[in-house]
């Protein structure tokens, strides 16, 4: 059966709670890691936008870096199912924690982030090219505090909006974000598989306007099941308001979001309503914010990094510390067809 087992109280979750997570850009900054699989593999036409060419990105200030907050209320967005291509004209978010409409007939969860793994670009940078010069003054940038970028981030929007920004331009912005390589194939893949295949959840630190915007635009938003990021509307004023996803107990996180959180609760929710555990679960992501969702999965489970990232990085740092202690089996990417070609064989067996 799928995992979720006691990872968060291992040896190598006490040594990652010594390391600060600081991303300032996500890209790798040099040297490589051998493409490499660890833990055991036990058996039991693309839709897609045209990315443009970028524009100056502002030098992105989020900080993993630990904190503490009591307390746990979760948010997800409903799924819904759009027409290829369905682009909306406002973000109309319902939030829940009801996932009974879901088929209880899904064999494997799938999870996903968004920033530099769907999208090949993080979406807080990106929406700065709409700031006056396509940069933020310096005394906007000097109010960020370690650990509550998400508060910064609504700084951001509200600087933004005091500019003339408008939903428009925003959306349009997210919109001409490009896929990561072999991201759409990969979307393309789970939107043709049998309907008992796969359910598939987005768990991401940007904001739900953002996510939406780009998926709508993308054709692939009703591959989604659930959205789990930051609760985002615009308001009367026509400012984009973001609001923490929740808040937690975790000190790896930043304040606003633990991604293990929302992956135990989840998958915790799911198991009891469908009275059974998935066949496998997997995670695709990047970061740092990733690793720490990977560290709950278990020995059937698998783990997607992005090949040279944080999250990968990690991942074989704590392989390297306390080998054998971080259960999921290990496949790097590069582009989402690696992805495909793995979920091939799995589905199979």
């Not at 969860?109 to 979406?123: A, G, K, N």
């Not at 991401?204 to 709508?216: M, T, Y």
């Not at 998958?267 to 970061?287: M, N």
């Not at 990085?313 to 704590?318: F, G, M, P, Q």
Request: net charge neutral; charged share 25%; aromatic share 8%.
């Amino acid at each position: 059966m799928g995992g979720l087992e006691g990872a968060v109280t291992s040896p190598a979750a006490a040594v990652c709670l010594s390391v600060t997570y600081k991303r300032t850009y996500h890209r790798p900054t040099g040297g490589t890691l051998p493409h490499s699989e660890s833990g055991s593999d036990q058996t039991g036409p693309t839709p897609g936008i045209i990315g443009t060419p970028l524009l100056t990105q502002h030098n992105k200030i989020r900080n993993n870096e630990f904190s503490r907050n009591p307390g746990l209320t979760q948010q997800s967005v409903e799924g819904e199912g759009d027409p290829l291509g369905s682009r909306s004209r406002r973000s109309e978010i319902t939030m829940t924690s009801n996932s009974a409409n879901i088929s209880s007939d899904k064999r494997f969860l799938i999870f996903f982030d968004f920033d530099e793994t769907i999208v090949d670009e993080t979406s807080d940078d990106m929406v700065v090219q709409a700031a006056p010069g396509q940069h933020l003054p310096d005394w906007l940038k000097d109010t960020y505090q370690p650990g509550r970028y998400n508060e910064y981030m609504q700084r951001v929007l509200a600087y933004l909006a005091e500019q003339g920004v408008t939903e428009s331009d925003i959306r349009s912005i997210m919109e001409k974000i490009p896929a990561s390589p072999g991201m759409l194939t990969l979307l393309q893949f789970l939107r043709t598989r049998p309907p008992q295949d796969f359910e598939v959840v987005l768990l991401s630190d940007a904001n739900s306007f953002f996510i939406e915007s780009w998926l709508r635009r993308a054709g692939a938003r009703q591959i989604f099941h659930r959205i789990f990021s930051n609760p985002a509307t615009f308001n009367k004023d026509g400012r984009l308001v973001m609001r923490p996803f929740h808040s937690h107990d975790c000190a790896r996180c930043p304040n606003n979001m633990c991604k293990q959180v929302v992956v135990r609760d989840y998958v915790a929710r799911r198991t009891e309503e469908r009275g059974r555990p998935y066949q496998r679960i997997f995670y695709v992501g990047d970061g740092a914010n990733d690793f720490c969702p990977a560290l709950a999965l278990g020995p059937r489970d698998v783990a997607f990094p992005r090949r040279d990232f944080p999250m990968h990085r990690l991942i074989t740092e704590t392989h390297e510390a306390m080998p054998g202690d971080f259960k999921a089996v290990t496949v790097p990417w590069a582009s989402g067809e690696e992805v495909v070609q793995r979920l091939r064989r799995l589905v199979a067996e």
